[in-house]
């Protein structure tokens, strides 16, 4: 069941007048859902992949894991005198020669505002980790532990990379620590930033630190403008800025536009439209927390799958195919063609549009360019269009879907050989 013929999305609907009920049910069905086992699972696909992809001479030293937090920063005068925030090193004092001590603690509660945000899911998630990997992961570590263990990565972990700048400054707190930037300049370390999802714009801020930290994401974050396209997409914009009337991000913190909830919450970057209790607005997600949705959270990555194979590719029937790893894979494959006939031109924007994990997509592409279905620009070519038009001829009859007896012009090009 989408998420806008449930029982927990009536009264968020019954909100809207009758013509925009439509736009409103397409928005809510655009959001990406990840339960904590997804999440969980994801991060430790990517930080397994960190581990093992690492030189052989590393194999033997851990790596060091940080929950993403917010640093501190304090004020200071640029050229011509502007201010601006300049951030100080992770661990105090370390700005200047040698780093030690015992570092600082995962998370910082004010005490003004006990709640806590995604930093504690992952902190708990980092904790589990390391618990699992004793001797190649070690949990928030100072300068002494770091030295002592010889780490060979600093790895920001993190649910969500939305505008990017709250991890932009966790890697330039690092970056600040002046014995971190030597064992950068020597080859000992290196920096790290591995997230469930992320927006195109936030996980090319994180990239363009001077330190160019790796980044790992499992999927590409859906946003307003990469889940809908031509006058839908002006309907749903228009829909988030009448709603909830006169707030000041209606497209979400920087206009992110972020379709994403986890089963912690969703980001800022969401629009308030589907969170914000502002003038007696009644949210679908109160207060950000996805704690009521937690029923409708797909129960496995094949659910999502065939909902998107519904959506995209009107398979009604898709997932009973998605048991066969030829029939999925093809299943997989005219998504992200469907993605670039829709306008998606990187593997992050289809992922996005798919919500097919980006490692997977990537794959898709150099496959489909060998079959020559897509160009080195990513665009669909006639072959591409062909295939795409093949389906749309057979879903209005019974589909048949590609087998070893009767395969489609996919499987032939790009079996293994």
Same mark, same amino acid.
């Given at each position: 069941?989408?998420?806008?013929?449930?029982?927990?999305?009536?009264?968020?609907?019954?909100?809207?007048?009758?013509?925009?009920?439509?736009?409103?049910?397409?928005?809510?069905?655009?959001?990406?859902?990840?339960?904590?086992?997804?999440?969980?699972?994801?991060?430790?696909?990517?930080?397994?992949?960190?581990?093992?992809?690492?030189?052989?001479?590393?194999?033997?030293?851990?790596?060091?894991?940080?929950?993403?937090?917010?640093?501190?920063?304090?004020?200071?005068?640029?050229?011509?005198?502007?201010?601006?925030?300049?951030?100080?090193?992770?661990?105090?004092?370390?700005?200047?020669?040698?780093?030690?001590?015992?570092?600082?603690?995962?998370?910082?509660?004010?005490?003004?505002?006990?709640?806590?945000?995604?930093?504690?899911?992952?902190?708990?998630?980092?904790?589990?980790?390391?618990?699992?990997?004793?001797?190649?992961?070690?949990?928030?570590?100072?300068?002494?532990?770091?030295?002592?263990?010889?780490?060979?990565?600093?790895?920001?972990?993190?649910?969500?990379?939305?505008?990017?700048?709250?991890?932009?400054?966790?890697?330039?707190?690092?970056?600040?620590?002046?014995?971190?930037?030597?064992?950068?300049?020597?080859?000992?370390?290196?920096?790290?930033?591995?997230?469930?999802?992320?927006?195109?714009?936030?996980?090319?801020?994180?990239?363009?630190?001077?330190?160019?930290?790796?980044?790992?994401?499992?999927?590409?974050?859906?946003?307003?403008?990469?889940?809908?396209?031509?006058?839908?997409?002006?309907?749903?914009?228009?829909?988030?800025?009448? !709603?909830? $009337? &006169?707030?000041?991000?209606?497209?979400?913190?920087? +206009?992110?536009? %972020? @379709?994403? =909830?986890?089963?912690?919450?969703?980001?800022?970057?969401?629009?308030?439209?589907? !969170?914000? $209790? &502002?003038?007696?607005?009644?949210?679908?997600?109160? +207060?950000?927390? %996805? @704690?009521? =949705?937690?029923?409708?959270?797909?129960?496995?990555?094949?659910?999502?799958?065939?909902?998107?194979?519904?959506?995209?590719?009107?398979?009604?029937?898709?997932?009973?195919?998605?048991?066969?790893?030829?029939?999925?894979?093809?299943?997989?494959?005219?998504?992200?063609?469907?993605?670039?006939?829709?306008?998606?031109?990187?593997?992050?924007?289809?992922?996005?549009?798919?919500?097919?994990?980006?490692?997977?997509?990537?794959?898709?592409?150099?496959?489909?360019?060998?079959?020559?279905?897509?160009?080195?620009?990513?665009?669909?070519?006639?072959?591409?269009?062909?295939?795409?038009?093949?389906?749309?001829?057979?879903?209005?009859?019974?589909?048949?879907?590609?087998?070893?007896?009767?395969?489609?012009?996919?499987?032939?090009?790009?079996?293994?050989?």
């Amino acid at each position: 069941m989408t998420v806008s013929k449930s029982e927990f999305a009536r009264t968020w609907l019954e909100q809207f007048p009758g013509s925009e009920r439509g736009t409103a049910a397409r928005l809510a069905d655009a959001v990406m859902l990840v339960s904590h086992d997804a999440l969980y699972r994801g991060l430790r696909t990517l930080l397994d992949e960190t581990l093992a992809t690492r030189p052989e001479s590393d194999m033997d030293r851990p790596i060091a894991l940080y929950a993403e937090r917010e640093v501190e920063t304090r004020e200071a005068k640029g050229e011509y005198g502007l201010e601006y925030s300049e951030v100080l090193p992770f661990f105090p004092g370390t700005e200047e020669g040698r780093a030690a001590g015992s570092g600082v603690p995962p998370i910082v509660i004010d005490p003004r505002d006990q709640e806590v945000g995604s930093e504690g899911a992952i902190a708990n998630f980092v904790t589990g980790y390391q618990r699992l990997h004793r001797d190649l992961a070690l949990s928030h570590p100072g300068p002494d532990t770091l030295r002592e263990r010889r780490a060979s990565h600093i790895v920001v972990v993190t649910d969500f990379i939305g505008s990017g700048q709250r991890v932009w400054e966790m890697i330039e707190a690092f970056w600040r620590v002046a014995t971190i930037r030597s064992w950068d300049s020597y080859g000992r370390i290196r920096l790290a930033v591995v997230a469930y999802s992320g927006t195109e714009a936030g996980l090319d801020h994180v990239r363009s630190h001077h330190s160019q930290p790796s980044v790992l994401v499992v999927h590409a974050c859906p946003t307003l403008w990469s889940s809908f396209g031509g006058q839908e997409q002006k309907d749903v914009v228009t829909l988030c800025r009448a !709603h909830p $009337r &006169k707030h000041q991000t209606p497209l979400g913190y920087g +206009n992110g536009g %972020a @379709l994403i =909830a986890f089963g912690h919450g969703m980001p800022n970057n969401a629009p308030p439209v589907l !969170h914000s $209790r &502002k003038g007696g607005w009644l949210p679908l997600f109160v +207060n950000r927390s %996805a @704690l009521a =949705a937690d029923q409708q959270f797909p129960a496995d990555n094949a659910d999502a799958l065939a909902e998107r194979a519904r959506s995209m590719l009107r398979l009604r029937a898709a997932k009973r195919f998605l048991d066969d790893p030829l029939k999925r894979r093809w299943v997989e494959t005219m998504l992200v063609l469907a993605a670039l006939l829709d306008g998606a031109r990187s593997a992050a924007a289809a992922s996005a549009r798919t919500r097919l994990p980006i490692a997977d997509v990537e794959q898709i592409l150099v496959f489909t360019e060998i079959a020559h279905w897509t160009s080195p620009r990513r665009t669909l070519t006639a072959l591409g269009r062909r295939e795409l038009r093949r389906l749309q001829l057979r879903r209005a009859r019974t589909v048949v879907l590609p087998s070893t007896e009767q395969p489609y012009y996919y499987p032939t090009q790009l079996r293994a050989r």
